[in-house]
């Protein structure tokens, strides 16, 4: 052979060589691709998932899965499943893909709720949401949509895993997914198959709202009382204030008062529940009776019923609705003298001087006669002197007397006494008024008597007016009998035992006083502007 064959033939070796190395090749990516090409071809009619959410009474009405049991997600209520039989036998279900037609009528399905996808099992990978479902509680997506990671997966062979979101108002029952798996979990999957609608539908049951009464309790009386029935709440009856409420009187005939000339009245009250006092609010029930004209009525004023007799007092009875004219004393004048009376510490130790002040007064309307005030002072008291407004007052029988009193005329007395006894001794000082009946008569005698009551201070209280040391007025305050005079409890009091003070002479020292001040203060004015006057002149003030 020559030279020239061989290369000819060496030449077609290679070539036959290299053409089945590319054929070979070619039917590799062919086979690999194979699959994928498939899958698209299938995928040129498109699969649709749809997720329904639906919400039962109880979980009576659902089917769980064949092994509910397993991984149970319900907190133990899959044993009321209906398809549960004894033990943990589950009759088997359709074994026809998951279809809405399985949905029992008793359950609605809900808006608003989503699903979460993934492509593993722990649902950790290619994670989705869902939803969420629409009015018709269904959420529909095509394969074309899903995440790539999930398309992938599922083209591969692989699963969609699919949980639901769960809601707080409702409890997990059971997840239905395509075909369906077996356990009673949160978690079931879907692969790609030949059919192109493939349905999830999650089964819950409504939360129950209440299990006892208290759970069902808003914390309002007036609302009523709240219960819990078959695990709903049901609301209380409103509070019924009606029988308490008071009807309006207007007449002259009401049988209250048995009086047909006064005019019977009340107001109108309705009564509200109050969640303050948590109960109904109560009105006044009483009738006002008033004598009226409309009632035929005498008089309904004292008015009504003048005479013109200046000898009678004419007056309208307003219980009986008549005049009442009664004869005038033409002598005898009306005043009503009235007492009060104060001490100026109530708490004192003993040893110590408090002052009673005694006022009368005459409300009138006429000037009294004679008045004659009595203050005996009891045991634990001792005189030691008074001031008077006016009259006079003998330290021998108690009383001050004054000749008279005018209408709205008001007088003092005031005593001042050493207060002595055992800590916690209460001491009452009374004081009563009498006028001259002849004179003039005193109505109101209520107001003729005046009582206050001094406590004798235990001496080792430190705080309060029972711990004032003793000082008295004009009398010796210690074993030495150094004389202290006008510091008394009693503000300025006299200095000698027994004595009587002229409130005349008090005003003169007074005015004496308040003038040497004035001076005193006009010297110390002239001393500044004279002062002044030397600094300017020496340059005090230059700069």
Excluded at 217 to 233: I, L, R, Y
Excluded at 312 to 339: G, M, R
Aim: proline share 4%; charged share 15%.
């Amino acid at each position: 052979m020559d030279k020239k064959t061989k290369e000819t033939m060496f030449s077609q070796n290679i070539f036959a060589k290299r053409h089945s190395l590319i054929l070979g090749v070619a039917a590799i990516i062919i086979a690999a691709a194979f699959p994928v090409l498939i899958g698209a071809r299938e995928i040129a009619v498109e699969t649709t998932y749809h997720f329904v959410t639906v919400v039962c009474p109880s979980y009576t009405n659902i089917s769980g899965n064949s092994d509910a049991n397993k991984l149970d997600a319900t907190g133990g209520n899959y044993a009321q499943f209906a398809n549960h039989q004894d033990g943990d036998v589950f009759s088997p279900l359709p074994t026809e893909p998951v279809s809405p037609a399985e949905i029992p009528a008793a359950c609605t399905r809900v808006s608003g709720w989503s699903f979460q996808l993934s492509s593993d099992e722990n649902q950790t990978q290619d994670v989705a949401t869902a939803g969420p479902t629409d009015a018709d509680g269904e959420y529909a997506i095509k394969q074309s949509d899903l995440n790539p990671g999930l398309q992938n997966n599922v083209l591969r062979g692989g699963k969609i895993w699919v949980s639901e979101i769960t809601q707080p108002s409702a409890q997990f029952g059971a997840l239905r997914c395509y075909k369906d798996a077996v356990n009673g979990d949160n978690s079931e999957f879907i692969n790609l198959d030949s059919d192109r609608t493939i349905y999830c539908i999650v089964y819950n049951v409504q939360k129950p709202e209440c299990a006892q009464d208290s759970d069902c309790a808003d914390g309002k009386f007036c609302n009523g009382a709240e219960t819990c029935v078959s695990g709903h709440c049901v609301a209380g009856s409103a509070v019924d204030c009606s029988t308490n409420n008071i009807p309006a009187i207007g007449s002259c005939s009401n049988d209250a008062d048995n009086n047909p000339l006064t005019w019977d009245s009340r107001d109108q009250f309705t009564s509200v529940c109050s969640e303050e006092t948590k109960a109904c609010t109560a009105g006044n029930s009483s009738i006002t009776h008033t004598c009226s004209a409309d009632c035929q009525a005498a008089c309904t004023k004292d008015s009504d019923c003048n005479d013109d007799n200046e000898a009678t007092n004419d007056t309208c009875d307003l219980a009986t609705c008549q005049c009442q004219h009664s004869a005038i004393s033409p002598d005898v004048k009306k005043a009503d003298v009235a007492l009060t009376k104060t001490v100026d510490l109530a708490s004192i130790q003993s040893g110590n001087d408090s002052t009673f002040t005694i006022t009368v007064a005459n409300n009138g309307p006429d000037a009294s006669g004679s008045v004659v005030v009595s203050d005996a002072l009891p045991a634990g008291l001792t005189f030691v002197s008074d001031i008077i407004s006016a009259g006079a007052y003998n330290t021998t029988t108690d009383q001050w007397t004054l000749s008279s009193l005018a209408n709205g005329e008001k007088e003092t007395l005031n005593i001042v006494a050493v207060v002595n006894g055992a800590a916690g001794t209460s001491i009452v000082n009374t004081a009563t008024v009498k006028s001259d009946p002849a004179v003039s008569t005193d109505d109101n005698p209520g107001n003729d008597s005046a009582s206050v009551t001094v406590t004798i201070a235990d001496p080792s209280n430190r705080s309060g007016e029972g711990n004032v040391p003793v000082v008295s007025s004009g009398r010796s305050n210690s074993s030495s009998g150094q004389f202290m005079p006008g510091f008394g409890h009693g503000g300025i009091a006299p200095q000698v035992l027994g004595a009587s003070i002229n409130l005349d002479d008090i005003a003169t020292a007074i005015a004496r006083i308040k003038a040497a001040i004035d001076a005193l203060a006009s010297q110390i004015r002239n001393m500044r502007v004279l002062g002044a006057a030397t600094m300017v002149s020496t340059g005090v003030f230059d700069n």
